[in-house]
């Protein structure tokens, strides 16, 4: 009888051991899959104290952490000058992208070390873009065009064909068509011109004569664009950019360098640009409201929101610093970078 006991108790135990061990593994499993946050990047490419010959300036470049940090991690050389960041997980495994002063940079370690990809050729790298449907082909975007590559980054052409020079070659965005792959828009600083062969050649489309800042389209609605403009403010287009309409209503600044589309409702945006302050529409843009926050007068690069908290908005100054709201954009606080131009920010699963 007292083996019986004994017998029972041990394999109650083992059995209590396992069910133990069966939880926690499940739950770490569901919480790496399931609920991990993205991660936070921002880039900073000039401080407040500015850079003096012979003194151990401050750091710049890349920045990254979770969503809700009050420290960041600085990535990659140290006052290296960076205007953009794209991350392609469509390769092999997680690779980032940054399109830089020395041209375009890349890293397969997150970060721990980086290769330049680009020659002397492509000195200035103002934007870098994966194409969504073919991961192998990237562009860059300078102020001399557009260069391309179809190796992942290996080797680069021109491909300016169709551009007016200097005003279309200096390139700002680029946007991918939904229902046709080989068909690009790119925003100039004389409008916005389209390929319809993958890049290889281009065409004017709209808004001549308009410098583009920003092309976004709508993760809702097929066909609705926005674009953001010096001194002329928002256009939409519900024809894939064939035609666009200003949408000015209510906005004090007309430089505008950057519209957000809301990740869930189709009807919400949010703007800012030059000593702007942060816009929000509620209708698509028929009438922006300058929301009273942090933000006012400051001068907006970018904005990022947190796709599956939307109330959740982080936006980057030319001022200085990364700002957070966690009530939709009613108020801000800097959180981290209060001295540094915060140029981009973008969020990744």
Known sequence: MA?????CMIYSLRFMIFSLWFLIYSWAFFTFFFLQEPKLYFIVNARKSGNLIGRDNDTK????????????????????IVWDIMIQEKLEGKTIFLACLNGVMQSKDDGKTWKILTNW???????????????QILYTLTSAGVWKSTDAGESWQCKNK??????????????????????????????????????????????????????VASPNKVDFLFCATEENGV??????????????????????????LHPQNPNIAYCGGHQSGLYKTENCGEKWELLDNELKGKSIKSIAIYPEKPEIIFVGCLEG???????????????????GRVWKVLFVP
């Not at 005003?167 to 700002?172: A, G, I, L, R, V």
Request: aromatic share 10%.
């Open 162 to 215: 169709g551009l007016k020079p200097v005003s279309q070659t200096f390139m700002t965005s680029l946007l991918f068509s939904i229902k046709n792959p080989k068909h690009l828009l790119a925003g100039t600083a004389d409008g916005i011109v389209v390929s319809k062969d993958l890049g290889e050649s281009w065409q004017t489309l709209a808004l001549a004569g308009q410098e583009i800042h920003s092309l």
């Open 3 to 7: 083996g019986l006991v004994l017998f």
């Open 61 to 80: 470049g890349l920045y990254v952490g979770m969503p809700n940090a009050t420290t960041w991690q600085h990535l990659g050389w140290k006052n290296n």
């Open 121 to 135: 050729e492509v000195s200035d790298a103002l934007r870098i873009y994966a194409h969504p449907y073919y991961p």
């Open 321 to 339: 610093g990364l700002y957070k709201s966690t009530n939709g954009g009613k108020n801000f606080h800097c959180i981290g970078e209060c001295d």
């Open 235 to 260: 256009f939409i287009s519900q024809d894939a950019g064939k035609t666009w309409q200003s949408r000015n209503n209510g906005l004090n600044s007309k430089t505008i360098y950057e519209v957000v």
